[in-house]
């Protein structure tokens, strides 16, 4: 039977706005290794399959999240390649704002440093922010972000393979340290990158990283199809879950990709007491830590929306939001916003929602409540698992993985140790 996968992502303020305010929080350590170390090796001993660390390459303009993600995330996890044994270290990195030669070399390095346990999120990034400080003026238009992302993620397969597996002999003797003709040169020119090659970094130990894609766009969905492992995603409801999930699948299957189906791995951000109205009361205390009256400005800002003389218990105007063609990035924020308006949702409700940033899906209650929550999301076909992500870390993280874990392991749907085929083996 599968077994649920789940990755640990890190961000040293949680993942609500006001949740690095809790007393609980440790936004002070965001720059301190040991939290990092801490928090992965909380996370390996839940079993998590991937440490997953999401990224941005701008400074941010809401003051309350300037320490989203401070540290760039391939340096961060190459520290953290000695803490760790087992799980998977995923950094993200944009393909519009790198170079895939760059990318290569330092994700097959750090699959050498780990042992075998790299991968990267390939990521189109929405940020004008980002954009400016790589030489654009404007973000380049959806399409082009996503016909220049199906070309990179070639060129980092063609470079991952541009050595056999057995090119290393390291003969003294014979004065050879690889066999002639095993290290080939990928003279790829297309329309984005001339990259003459071969990779300077030997075969990655696991044959090639781990690659994930995040994004439910229909570009992303066929990105996702053509190279992807696993797509980090955000779902609302187990129909939404089960038809992206299937609709994935069938583009994977067109496109002729033989191998494992991706993997669906929807955000989730598991808010957990020891009963379900401490749970509860636990979410308006984190929400409450962030004022509404704060949260309309940045969320008119992200949508692009003018929410004047909308009281916060009426219906969100979803009249008012501009057409998903026309926004250049912040596509899956603006969906999972419209999705939850066409139900019926209120400003208030939005706002909660989204409080996140990311409008992630959320299961508050017991350690029961969120088990059975995340079993019948896994058990009805909607997901292969889940990106956890705690509301307030790193207290979130440890609650998830000393209640909810065990649970996990007695249905039956998660593992009791680390399988022996390394860390790729929960993506297969």
Do not use: C
């Not at 929807?266 to 704060?294: C, F, K, M, Q, Y």
């Amino acid at each position: 039977m599968p077994k649920l996968v789940l990755n640990s992502v890190i961000r040293p303020i949680g993942f609500t706005q006001g949740g690095w305010r809790h007393p609980d929080a440790t936004p002070q350590r965001a720059l301190d290794l040991s939290y990092y170390q801490e928090y992965a090796r909380i996370s390996e001993r839940g079993l998590f399959d991937g440490l997953f660390v999401a990224n941005t390459p701008a400074a941010r303009s809401n003051d309350w999240t300037t320490l989203f993600s401070p540290l760039e995330p391939v340096s961060l996890l190459s520290a953290l390649a000695s803490t760790t044994s087992h799980i998977a270290l995923i950094p993200t990195l944009s393909s519009t704002f790198n170079h895939p030669y760059n990318v290569a070399r330092q994700i097959a390095t750090l699959d050498h440093l780990s042992s075998g346990r790299a991968g990267v999120n390939i990521v189109t990034s929405g940020s004008l922010d980002a954009a400016q400080n790589f030489g654009y003026d404007e973000l380049p238009g959806h399409g082009e972000r996503y016909d220049r992302a199906h070309e990179f993620l070639d060129v980092l397969y063609q470079l991952w393979d541009s050595w056999d597996a057995d090119a290393l002999v390291v003969d003294k003797e014979a004065g050879v340290q690889s066999k002639p003709g095993s290290v080939r040169p990928i003279g790829h020119r297309g329309k984005h990158f001339a990259v003459h090659g071969a990779l300077d970094v030997p075969r990655s130990p696991q044959d090639r990283p781990l690659v994930f894609q995040s994004g439910s766009s229909a570009p992303g969905r066929r990105l996702a199809a053509a190279y992807a492992d696993a797509v980090y995603t955000a779902q609302r409801t187990i129909p939404e879950s089960k038809a992206f999930r299937d609709e994935l699948h069938r583009t994977q299957t067109r496109l002729g990709r033989i191998g494992p189906l991706v993997k669906v791995l929807p955000g989730l951000i598991p808010i957990v007491a020891s009963t379900d109205t401490e749970a509860h009361e636990l979410h308006d205390e984190i929400s409450a830590l962030n004022p509404p009256e704060r949260s309309i400005g940045i969320l008119e800002e992200r949508l692009k929306v003018d929410l004047t003389g909308i009281e916060l218990d009426e219906p969100f105007p979803v009249d008012r939001l501009p057409p998903v063609d026309s926004l250049a990035g912040e596509r899956s924020f603006h969906e999972i916003v419209r999705s939850h308006a066409d139900a019926g949702a209120t400003l208030r409700d939005i706002l909660r929602i989204t409080d996140s940033g990311n409008g992630h899906l959320r299961f508050v209650g017991s350690a029961e409540h969120v088990a059975d929550e995340i079993e019948q999301w896994f058990t009805d076909g909607a997901v292969d698992g889940f990106n956890v992500n705690p509301a307030i870390t790193p207290t979130g993280l440890t609650d998830f993985v000393d209640h909810v874990i065990p649970l996990l392991q007695t249905k039956g749907i998660y593992k009791r140790e680390y399988a022996g085929g390394g860390a790729r083996s929960a993506f297969a």
